[in-house]
């Protein structure tokens, strides 16, 4: 126990003495991180995820798109993508973050997550140091960090969207979808890591704007009387046949299928993003952004 708690004290990011604050750069606009999350698996979140990102890329943004789903990757194969190295690879000490760090042809990086590692689903305090301390350097060269979490109320989902300066909670019309959703919106609330704002919805797959409502007022309506927070409708993606034909093909809705329904959704939805209000100014209120709230 000693031993670990001598690497631990090694690997902060957040000395507690006074005057170890001095890496701090008040000048720096601060990064603007957004966490993208659902109660659910299989209600489309990673693709709508990494179409985020191509637009926001598009928009003239800096985008790391970060696959927070460390033992089960997606994002790698809806771009059509082979990572030679994962986040795995920097937890262990094998590869700093720009051995990892992937630029695709659509205007952003992605750091890779791991396939089927079971020891990346529930990380010790040590391994989640080091991760931390990797990740931290990659603020700097951004304008917006987007993680893509992996699915449900688990410790690392909660911790990861906790975090973010922004959540998008994923959801689809069906009631056990917006069920979840709700359970999700009720733990980022409550839990030890109690998100910095009320997080948003997005309803996809569904057949008009009507249903979309309908869907929100329902986790708006609940959430309201049990939580006292009303979650804001973000936007909606429609059914379309579109986006299951670019997730076989491992090419991204926005390029493929541009003009798609869908896609010219997700360019709403992204400009939505884009010119909400953002949490925090200068980065020197926070000196080390999203890490350090994930440190902490």
Do not use: W
């Not at 690497?7 to 750069?25: I, M, P």
């Not at 590692?117 to 931290?136: G, Q, T, V, Y």
């Not at 569904?206 to 979650?231: D, M, N």
């Not at 992204?270 to 925090?280: G, I, K, N, S, V």
């Amino acid at each position: 126990m000693a031993d670990q708690a001598s690497k631990l004290r090694s690997l902060r990011l957040v000395q507690g003495e006074a005057g170890d604050d001095n890496t701090a750069s008040s000048g720096r606009p601060r990064v603007r991180t957004v966490a993208v999350t659902s109660g659910k698996g299989g209600v489309g979140k990673s693709a709508l995820t990494t179409n985020l990102a191509i637009a926001m890329a598009r928009a003239g943004k800096r985008v790391v798109l970060v696959d927070a789903d460390l033992s089960l990757a997606n994002v790698d194969l809806l771009l059509g993508m082979i990572p030679s190295a994962n986040v795995g690879d920097i937890i262990s000490g094998e590869k700093s973050i720009e051995d990892v760090l992937v630029d695709t042809p659509y205007g952003f990086k992605v750091l890779p997550a791991a396939s089927g590692l079971e020891r990346l689903a529930n990380l010790d305090d040590f391994s989640r140091e080091r991760l931390i301390r990797e990740l931290s350097r990659i603020e700097e060269s951004c304008d917006l960090l987007l993680f893509d979490t992996a699915t449900g109320i688990g410790r690392q989902t909660m911790h990861f969207a906790g975090a973010a300066d922004e959540i998008l909670i994923v959801t689809t019309p069906e009631p056990t979808s917006f069920s979840d959703a709700y359970a999700t919106l009720k733990v980022l609330l409550a839990g030890a890591h109690a998100a910095q704002a009320t997080p948003s919805l997005v309803v996809n797959r569904v057949g008009s704007i009507e249903e979309a409502r309908r869907t929100a007022k329902r986790i708006q309506t609940v959430a309201k009387r049990f939580l006292g927070v009303e979650p804001e409708l973000l936007g909606h993606v429609p059914e379309d046949a579109s986006v299951g034909s670019s997730v076989i093909k491992q090419e991204p809705l926005l390029s493929l299928f541009p003009q798609s329904p869908a896609a010219q959704a997700l360019e709403v939805l992204t400009d939505r993003l884009l010119h909400a209000p953002q949490p925090h100014d200068p980065i020197g209120l926070e000196p080390d952004g999203v890490f350090r709230r994930l440190a902490g």
